[in-house]
């Protein structure tokens, strides 16, 4: 059996239940109170754990520019201000947690669902100008961040 294939397989074996345990107990509660249907409470997080990538690697750049991080190419990665190895290890960590997201299409996409949740569901307003703002309580913004810097530390 090839090496490399056998070393993927163990890379996505091991990765896999921390692509999605790093949400609990927040998705199902998220489920239940917002009823959401099936995996959406996680898909939500998922994004805004994307969007949140954004804003703390790249400030000023637009929401669309995440796959461009993720991969590690493109004008908003080339131009990115100069990283602290914590900000190193949080992308490292987030490359496996949204691989999904390297796609631009699958990111677009997923953006364009993200804008259809109801308002109050949603940690992010995605402003007019690629601008990404903050627009839930603070007691919601301050569990999900809790929630994120622990997913990607």
Avoid: C
Avoid at 57 to 69: G, I, N, Q, V
Avoid at 87 to 92: C, I
Avoid at 139 to 152: G, K, P
């Amino acid at each position: 059996m090839n090496s490399s294939f056998v070393s993927s397989l163990s890379v996505a074996t091991v990765l896999a239940p921390a692509r999605f345990g790093w949400q609990e107990p927040l998705a199902t509660r998220l489920r239940h109170q917002h009823r959401l249907a099936g995996q959406s409470a996680n898909r939500l997080l998922n994004i805004e754990l994307g969007l949140f990538l954004v804003t703390e690697l790249l400030p000023m750049a637009p929401p669309e520019a995440l796959p461009d991080l993720l991969n590690g190419h493109g004008p908003a990665y080339e131009q990115r201000p100069v990283w602290s190895p914590k900000q190193h290890r949080l992308l490292s960590r987030a490359r496996a947690l949204l691989l999904p997201y390297q796609s631009r299409s699958v990111w677009f996409s997923a953006l364009e669902k993200y804008e259809a949740w109801p308002a109050d569901t949603r940690l992010f307003s995605l402003g007019q100008q690629g601008s990404i703002i903050y627009s839930a309580p603070n007691h919601i913004q301050r569990e999900r961040l809790t929630l994120f810097w622990r997913a990607v530390v």
